[in-house]
């Protein structure tokens, strides 16, 4: 393994693989998450969802539930409170769902039409069964498909289409072409901790405890959505258990905060699982076409990728699935394009790794094929076509080693002593394959502010708004904090995961260690310059504060991105069409690794949503109904621990010149790549294309008659 730091370290903090600071107090149940704080007269608030995918509402019969043991009150769209949802927030407009009870309409299956209140969370969740809700059905579509006429080009989307030469013009010509579609299914986020928030006025202050990805960002929402003064509006979220992209501004957050708004005491609503797959968002399935042109040498002459993913009537959401071509691979001519079908679905959102994990399926299972047909090694194709700049952008990249990321994954694989003909290698009734895709995923900033307290006792305490959904957050600043001041990390506490700490970026995207480790290294600097200029320190601390908005904006234009390459051995079945990963290895090129230990994990972790990704995960919905007929964790399938094999997770250096932090971000980028790696290897096992996830038993036994000789 080859560690990197990007950046000196002062005291060897950074770069130290450190156990969470919290660990202690999450394994014996200390840590307490949104749904398990008390609260005195706490009560407890069951969403009632749609049970119809089009229509209006006609009544809701709420005086016998009303009458029913505990129940508080009824929420609906004739009582409810007023809400604005036409404000652009701090990631563009708000999903309409949360404009809850606003009107009769019904845009889909699941969409919230009342909430039940009551004492205990028994009787809530008994009287919102009792509730009867008449509605007015009208004909719903929800059917998704490439080669729909409806399709059109996203409004919101800053650049939904790129094209950089003659792409038709290219083709001409050329030695070797593949054309071929790739289709990914609807998937959900399943995080192991429920979505739940409880509100309450607190001396005048609205307080909610929450589990987000951004303290910041679900404060402004609600303060924008409830016209009140941003400074009465406090959101909390000390401890979360996964959001993945979930977790942002919601229907529980809104309902809660109207509840407690009618009575006047705490009130708490928790999703079920069955809720979620209705109101948090799931990543869309897509139809994608990719084009690839070649010389005779296996050069690209032209790369074309055309995306297509669903949205619903109400919100427009865009699965980026084509921009990843935009980066990986230079070519005479590229275009990219992305469209949408409305439907009457929920509106899908940002599920870890979002547009990268099902576009790299999609290009990396095609950049294998044209391997197949040049007769190269698809390392050696990937190594020919590796550019220079942006191959759309023309910007120069940061840093760009994914070539040495292949080139240590090979070493390590034993890529070298692979035939590169299918069908093979055989142990018995299982035949055997490997398989190879490369890996990228942006590696974002966004403005944070910090503040760093030198205490009187020596000790040193940090605030930052930041959100530690899983990732080990606060032991990674706690390191960052440690270098900076060069102490020890057991002198360095760490506040996160409040909004009265002032604004930060989310954790989404990868950016959230590199956005709040640029914000506390800055704070922590400047009191370490402080405290060399001697003197005592006051009771009340000697504080820094720092905002990177001005030096996020001198940063100079660049392709930024972490990169990575996944390897994948796979043993198939082809009497039962059982496919089995025996091992994965992914070696990644991500800046400065803050803390060795939680960063393996993440990768890991992403690496295995991406075998869970090709090999089980898809959410089915039934047309009649418009609803899902898998909704729970019997039905949705996700890898359980025997489905998961041996992971290998390592980097290589990557130093970032010039740059004021050197850190990129791994919470996606183990995800991408992993789903071709796996279809290439089944290839390689037994000679069959797999081009629509997942890779189920059955898809695997048609596959195996329809191929001639089987």
Request: hydrophobic content about 40%; some cysteine.
């Amino acid at each position: 393994m080859t560690t990197t730091t990007g950046t000196s370290a002062a005291t060897g903090a950074v770069g130290s693989g450190r156990t969470r600071v919290e660990g202690r107090d999450k394994v014996t149940g200390a840590a307490r998450y949104a749904g398990e704080i008390p609260f005195a007269r706490l009560a407890h608030g069951w969403l009632v969802l749609s049970t119809v995918a089009r229509g209006r509402i006609t009544a809701v019969a709420d005086e016998p539930v009303l009458a029913m043991p505990g129940v508080l009150a009824v929420l609906h769209h004739g009582n409810a409170p007023r809400v604005d949802i036409d404000y652009v927030g701090m990631l563009g407009r708000p999903n309409p769902v949360v404009g809850l009870f606003q009107h009769d309409r019904v845009p889909f299956a699941g969409w919230p039409v009342a909430l039940v209140v009551a004492e205990t969370s028994e009787q809530a969740r008994e009287a919102a069964e009792a509730l009867a809700v008449s509605y007015e059905q009208e004909p719903h579509d929800v059917a998704f498909r490439a080669g729909r006429d409806d399709a059109y080009r996203p409004e919101d989307m800053v650049q939904a289409d790129a094209e950089k030469g003659d792409v038709e013009a290219r083709f001409e010509g050329a030695a070797f072409v593949v054309d071929e579609e790739y289709t990914t299914p609807e998937e959900h986020h399943c995080t192991m901790e429920p979505h739940a928030a409880t509100a309450r006025w607190d001396d005048g202050r609205l307080d909610v405890v929450d589990s987000n990805q951004g303290s910041s960002w679900v404060a402004g929402e609600l303060a924008r959505l409830f016209s009140l003064d941003p400074a009465s509006v406090r959101v909390r979220s000390e401890h979360i258990g996964g959001a993945f992209g979930s977790k942002g501004l919601s229907a529980h957050q809104v309902a809660a905060v109207m509840a407690t708004t009618v009575l006047q005491r705490p009130v708490r609503v928790v999703m079920t699982r069955r809720q979620m797959f209705s109101l948090v968002g799931y990543r869309s399935p897509t139809a994608q076409r990719v084009r690839m042109a070649a010389d005779t040498d296996g050069r690209l002459r032209a790369f074309d990728h055309d995306a297509l993913n669903l949205t619903s009537t109400v919100h427009e959401f865009v699965e980026t699935s084509a921009v990843l071509g935009r980066v990986m691979y230079d070519a005479d001519a590229h275009r990219s394009r992305h469209r949408l079908v409305r439907l009457d679905v929920p509106t899908p959102t940002w599920m870890r790794a979002p547009g990268e994990a099902p576009g790299s399926f999609a290009i990396e299972s095609a950049l294998d094929e044209l391997a197949e047909k040049c007769g190269v090694d698809p390392i050696a194709l990937r190594a020919r076509n590796e550019p220079a700049t942006g191959p759309v952008s023309g910007l120069p990249f940061s840093s760009r080693n994914v070539l040495a990321c292949f080139e240590e994954g090979a070493r390590r694989f034993g890529w070298a002593d692979r035939d590169p003909r299918p069908g093979q290698r055989r142990e018995g009734r299982w035949l055997l394959g490997t398989g190879t895709a490369a890996a990228s995923y942006p590696s974002g900033v966004g403005r944070s502010t910090a503040a760093v307290t030198a205490e009187a006792d020596g000790t040193f305490t940090v605030r930052i708004n930041a959100a530690d959904i899983g990732t080990g957050a606060r032991t990674a600043m706690t390191l960052v904090a440690a270098d900076a001041l060069q102490v020890g990390p057991d002198r360095v506490r760490v506040r996160i995961g409040d909004s009265d700490l002032g604004h930060a970026m989310i954790a989404g995207g990868s950016t959230g260690t590199r956005s709040w480790g640029w914000a506390v290294r800055l704070a922590a600097s400047d009191v370490r310059e402080r405290l060399a200029l001697g003197g005592a320190i006051p009771p009340e601390g000697i504080t820094a504060r720092s905002d990177t908005a001005d030096a996020i904006g001198a940063l100079p234009q660049q392709e930024r991105h972490s990169f990575g390459a996944q390897f994948a051995e796979v043993a198939v079945d082809v009497t039962t069409g059982e496919v089995r990963a025996r091992r994965l290895l992914g070696i990644f090129a991500a800046g400065t690794i803050v803390n060795p230990l939680t960063a393996r994990s993440q990768l890991i972790g992403g690496m295995t949503w991406g075998l869970s990704m090709a090999l089980h995960e898809e959410a089915v919905r039934d047309a009649a109904s418009g609803g899902h007929v898998n909704a729970d964790l019997a039905g949705y399938h996700v890898a359980a621990h025997a489905d998961v094999p041996l992971i290998e997770a390592d980097w290589v250096d990557d130093h970032v010149p010039g740059d004021p932090v050197g850190i990129k971000g791994i919470g996606e980028i183990g995800v991408v790549g992993v789903a071709a790696a796996l279809a290439n290897a089944v290839w390689h096992a037994t000679g069959v294309r797999h081009r629509h996830l997942p890779i189920r038993p059955d898809r695997v036994l048609r596959a195996a008659g329809d191929t001639p000789g089987a």
